[in-house]
Nanobody, 121 residues
Framework: VQLQASGGGLVQAGGSLRLSCAAS????????MAWFRQAPGKARMFVAR????????VYSDTVSGRFTISRDNAKNTVYLQMNSLKPEDTAVYYC???????????????WGQGTLVTVSS
């Protein structure tokens, strides 16, 4: 499956952005989807995950209550709604897909190219 993330940009602290990730080349509904992020000089970190059925979303502690992951299997797209953004949310955001549900620390099998989110103070 190929993944194409979009929707990143520059936003002021307290603002919102919605990221999208369009999937192609595979049966999207068969994949659990996740978002990760990598801040400058830091390791890639888990952000959120949603099961292939669209239930049981899981979030990292740093984004819980501010970010919402969702998916539209009819459009082969997963979203990340990001509210109350903080400068520390600045990172390249990657969407990822996995056919098997694993722990949030297990790297998924397929990755998109990333989209940059910059939050100014």
């Amino acid at each position: 499956v190929q993944l194409q993330a979009s929707g990143g940009g520059l936003v002021q602290a307290g603002g919102s952005l919605r990221l999208s990730c369009a999937a192609s080349g595979g049966a999207f509904r068969n994949y659990h989807m996740a978002w990760f992020r990598q801040a400058p000089g830091k390791a890639r970190m888990f952000v959120a995950r949603i099961t292939r059925g669209g239930v049981g979303a899981v979030y990292s502690d740093t984004v819980s209550g501010r970010f919402t992951i969702s998916r539209d299997n009819a459009k082969n797209t997963v979203y990340l709604q990001m509210n109350s953004l903080k400068p520390e949310d600045t990172a390249v955001y990657y969407c990822a897909a996995a056919p098997i549900l694993s722990s949030t620390t297990t790297p998924p099998d397929y990755w998109g190219q990333g989209t940059l989110v910059t939050v100014s103070s």
